[in-house]
């Protein structure tokens, strides 16, 4: 067990909103790593690259490099070598599966990208041994068409997270759990999520640290359903900021035993590392 705490960061509604730094949030990162805590962004954004997030951060003042971990690698980490995905996602799910060594064998999307491109006839599908789901602003019908039928084939569901809705400055968009919802519906399997607040991005997260034991570990985050339920999946302590869009009806310390209330991560940074 490390001797100082792991901070594990949630990047909407803590660090920034929409890529618009939160007050104070930058300094508070440097104060923690100052007093030698690592701090490790764990984001379900599945859509963007690792690289683009890492320099996201950067652009405002955080250096993140190797300490962004997504529900696209967390999904990633659920493929096998050799394995044919069919994606309906983002750039971020395409990354993943390149970087487990599986097959991007096509994307539902393919026809909004390219319209030179054939989207794959239903015989393919024969061939698909995972489909990998999660937020995609081109999703449609036929791409919808395309992912319930290769997962009726056969192929396994997985879905990058399950948030229902996304916040932005005009109100909240579907996120990336609807469109799985849709897919699953459509198919009638259940499918396997990978991120917040689920197993396989604890497993990552706790890969990445290098330790099974994070007891002694805080979850930073806005959303008690997702961040504070993934500190309970983790067994770590949970620290709820009020930065984020909390007017969504989150249910607050009910869900988490071990958990505490901050106005945003620069108060909490002065209680962990005393600056
Ligand atoms: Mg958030």
């Known amino acids: 067990m490390p001797s100082v705490a792991p901070i594990l960061c949630d990047l909407d509604g803590v660090i920034w909103l929409m890529h618009q730094p939160i007050a104070g949030s930058v300094n508070a990162i440097e104060s923690l790593r100052t007093a030698g805590h690592r701090v490790l962004f764990v984001t379900n954004n599945s859509f963007s690259l690792v690289a683009d997030q890492e320099n996201a951060l950067a652009k405002i003042g955080i250096q993140a490099h190797g300490d962004v971990v997504t529900s696209s690698q967390a999904a990633g980490a659920l493929l096998h070598k050799g394995e ?24 539902s999307d393919e026809h909004h990208r390219d319209s030179t491109a054939n989207a794959m006839g239903s015989d393919s599908n024969q061939s698909i041994d995972v489909v990998m789901v999660g937020y995609h602003a081109t999703f449609d019908y036929r791409g919808l068409t395309m992912l319930s039928a290769a997962v009726r084939n056969g192929a396994l569901l997985i879905a990058t997270n399950d948030d229902a809705t996304y916040p932005t400055p005009h109100g909240l968009i579907p996120g990336g759990g609807s469109i799985v919802a849709a897919v699953s519906v459509a198919s009638g399997v259940q ?70 209330v901050f106005a945003d991560l620069a108060t909490f940074a002065k209680m962990i590392a005393g600056s």
């Open 84 to 107: 044919r995905v069919l994606v309906g996602a983002g750039p971020g799910a395409v990354e993943a599966v390149r970087n487990a060594g599986a097959i991007l064998a096509g994307r």
């Open 191 to 260: 499918p396997i999520i990978a991120g917040k607040p689920h197993k396989p991005m604890a497993d990552l997260v706790r890969q990445v640290l290098g330790t099974n034991d994070l007891s002694n570990a805080w979850m930073v985050g806005d959303r008690p359903s997702t961040d504070g339920l993934f500190a309970q999946t983790v067994g770590c302590k949970f620290a709820q900021v009020l930065t984020g869009i909390s007017s969504e009806g989150d249910r607050g310390d009910a869900l988490h035993e071990d958990s505490h």
